[in-house]
């Protein structure tokens, strides 16, 4: 079986210093384009970035949008949380912060114990 066809390219925050409005890196064809961010934590960057591909290339979006961690849980600003749909679309995410221990006590409180991180941990 085939594998479908896809449109990657990347979408850049600011366009690069040479070249003439080179806001895109990659390949683009004129199959729909399916939004992908590593963690959704900047819905301005997502809505400039789709409004980008439909006005500088003219190609339509799939209905929903993708990213590995959505930045909602606690401790998080209510602001800085995609809690609504946006881009008129929905997103689909792997995980929300409240998936990861992200301080020791956090750790300790989930699975009563500490934690034995190695390597480096920020």
């Known amino acids: 079986m085939a594998p479908e066809p896809v449109n990657a390219f990347l979408i850049r925050r600011q366009p690069k ?27 301005p960057f997502l809505v400039n970035a789709a409004a980008r591909v439909r ?14 961690v959505n930045k909602v ?3 998080f600003a209510k602001i800085d949380q995609h809690t609504e ?4 679309n929905e997103l689909i995410s792997l995980y929300t912060m409240n998936n990861f221990c992200r301080t ?3 750790f300790k409180e989930r ?9 480096f941990v920020g």
């Open 73 to 75: 849980g606690r401790g």
């Open 55 to 68: 006005h500088k290339l003219g190609l339509p979006l799939l209905h929903s949008y993708f990213t590995i």
């Open 17 to 43: 210093a040479f070249g003439t409005d080179n806001w895109f890196d990659g390949s683009v064809s004129r199959l729909p384009v399916l939004m992908v961010d590593d963690v959704a934590a900047s819905a």
């Open 104 to 106: 020791v006590e956090m």
């Open 85 to 88: 749909n946006y881009l008129d």
């Open 111 to 119: 699975y009563g114990e500490t934690p034995c991180w190695k390597g």
